[in-house]
């Protein structure tokens, strides 16, 4: 070790441990919006993923049952589809630990994934009604299911450097697994009829292959398909590569026609409140508050009333903003939402209408309205049902 070094480790030490405290979380003004809806597709009711990381779950689940409405042409919001989060979830928690083993634990192993996951266990094992499978819990908290999925894999891995794996290490992982989520059935009925999970699926007309994901960074060649680098896609899944006006278009020209979109993106920015608001504002413009509910949840209730009415300025995202927040690792992949409408507010700013997975919360009860400079900015992909993206487009990409 270079005494340079060594020298370079004892300033570090000697530094005063408050200057690494976190710094209050700026606040974002409490602006008066006023919002007129554009265009507003049919979603399901708000659910509450609570104290687990499945929002690449509740999200593409959102999506796709806003799918089968579409499809089915369903117009009664009583017969509105109600699929199992927890059907994928468990499945997911086996895959991802099969995978682990036979990678010798070179993968990520935690409770996040991304929407394509959803889909592999769809195609794979099929899906069910929520009434089939609920989950064991009111409100879902995962913390000791990960826990002890990590702490079981982690040792079976260990010791499978000392004489191999046992035969049966995978089905007391299954065994754990289901007896936290309950286990999968193998047949159930639906308004008097048999399904199979598999028969289940193919009746609501869900065909995962009709799924496209599309993403937009410039490390990767336009037009092409790559695995998008991030710790949660477990699975390797690849995403079409497209410019940013082109990745805008198709996202707007989607939900103009009648279709949702899955949506990955970054949550941690200041200007996406807690409120049911998300813009791509300077956080350094924006002056600190020093509760610490404010620091977390950027809500400082004896701060609000004194906060100006007017909408903050937006940054305007660039290409290149994109590629260098990707690239720093100030644009994360931190959350999946549902987008479904469109609005303008007061100003004629256009904002995608999102639902969330956080329960009936904030202004809007559980919906976000996000402006087009922030998805456009902060948006890790989205996905779409093929038929959304135009002929030239797919032929361009080569998706039939």
């Not at 700026?26 to 499945?54: G, L």
């Not at 191999?164 to 639906?190: C, I, L, N, Q, R």
């Not at 896609?233 to 198709?250: A, E, I, K, Q, T």
Request: include cysteine.
């Amino acid at each position: 070790m270079k005494k340079s070094f060594i020298v370079a480790l004892i300033a570090v030490a000697l530094i005063p441990s408050a200057l690494f405290a976190q710094q209050p979380r700026p606040q974002m003004p409490q602006a008066d919006y006023q919002f007129t809806v554009i265009k507003e597709n049919p979603i399901t009711s708000i659910k509450n993923q609570a104290s687990s990381s499945t929002c690449w779950c509740f999200s593409a689940i959102a999506f796709l049952e806003s799918e089968i409405i579409r499809i089915k042409g369903i117009k009664d919001a009583a017969q509105y589809p109600d699929l199992s989060e927890m059907f994928v979830v468990s499945q997911s928690y086996k895959d991802r630990a099969d995978k682990y083993i036979r990678l010798d634990g070179d993968l990520r192993f935690g409770p996040g994934s991304e929407a394509d996951d959803v889909l592999h266990v769809i195609e794979d094992y099929g899906i069910v009604p929520q009434s089939v499978m609920p989950g064991k819990q009111t409100l879902p908290n995962h913390g000791e299911i990960d826990a002890v999925t990590k702490a079981y894999v982690e040792t079976i891995n260990k010791r499978s450097g000392r004489g191999g794996v046992s035969k049966t290490w995978k089905a007391g992982f299954d065994a754990m697994v289901d007896s936290f989520f309950g286990a999968a059935p193998a047949t159930f009925e639906v308004n008097g009829k048999t399904y199979t999970p598999a028969s289940y699926r193919d009746e609501l007309g869900i065909v995962p292959g009709d799924y496209v994901t599309l993403t937009s960074f410039t490390h990767h060649p336009f037009y092409k398909p790559f695995v998008l680098e991030i710790g949660d896609n477990w699975r390797g899944d690849p995403s079409y590569n497209v410019p940013l006006d082109v990745f805008m278009d198709v996202l707007k020209t989607a939900v103009e026609k009648g279709y949702t979109v899955a949506w990955g993106s970054d949550v941690s920015e200041v200007g996406f409140t807690r409120n049911g608001i998300g813009v791509l504002v300077d956080a350094k413009a924006i002056a600190p508050t020093g509760s610490d509910q404010a620091r977390w949840v950027g809500a400082d209730p004896a701060q609000a009333q004194k906060a100006p009415v007017e909408i903050p300025k937006e940054i305007v995202p660039t290409q290149e903003s994109r590629q260098e927040e990707f690239d720093g690792k100030t644009t994360t992949d931190d959350h999946g939402m549902q987008i479904y409408g469109m609005a303008k507010d007061q100003n004629g700013t256009l904002y995608y209408m999102v639902k969330n997975s956080w329960g009936e919360t904030g202004k809007y009860k559980g919906i976000w309205y996000v402006s087009e400079n922030f998805v456009a900015g902060k948006s890790m992909d989205i996905m779409v049902h093929k038929d959304a993206i135009s002929k030239d487009l797919k032929k361009k990409l080569g998706i039939n």
